[in-house]
């Protein structure tokens, strides 16, 4: 499956913007989705995750309360609304999927890099104070 994100850009802090990420190819119904950033020199970390279902989300520490992730009805596409937008949002953005199966649960989120399978190219986002 091939992932590609989209919706990143430079706004001003306090700013709201919406990143969507569709799955093509080989896809297989709906998807675990999960959403990781990278900031300059250091590593990847995780912001949010969604279960096949829908029902089950997680959140990264410093995005709670402020980002918001979804997936469509079909479950092929992912979003992360950002809220309140700080100077610390600053990174590339990438979405993840897990292909359904291997015990993976309907109601599980993913929250580690290795629970994913696929990767998107990732999208930049930068916050300016």
């Known amino acids: 499956v091939q992932l590609q994100a989209s919706g990143g850009g430079l706004v001003q802090a306090g700013a709201s913007l919406r990143l969507s990420c569709v799955a093509s190819?080989?896809?297989?119904?709906?998807?675990?989705w999960a959403w990781f950033r990278q900031a300059p020199g250091k590593e990847r970390d995780f912001v949010a995750g969604?279960?096949?279902?829908?029902?089950?989300?997680l959140y990264g520490d410093s995005v709670k309360g402020r980002f918001g992730i979804s997936s469509d009805n079909a479950g092929i596409t992912t979003y992360l609304q950002m809220d309140n937008l700080k100077p610390e949002d600053t990174a590339v953005y990438y979405c993840?999927?897990?292909?359904?199966?291997?015990?993976?649960?309907?109601?599980?989120?993913?929250?580690?890099?290795?629970?994913?399978?696929?990767w998107g190219q990732g999208t930049q986002v930068t916050v300016s104070s």
């Open positions: 993840a999927v897990r292909e359904p199966g291997n015990g993976w649960g309907y109601d599980s989120a993913p929250s580690r890099e290795y629970q994913l399978d696929s």
């Open positions: 190819g080989r896809t297989f119904g709906s998807y675990t």
């Open positions: 969604i279960s096949r279902s829908g029902r089950a989300v």
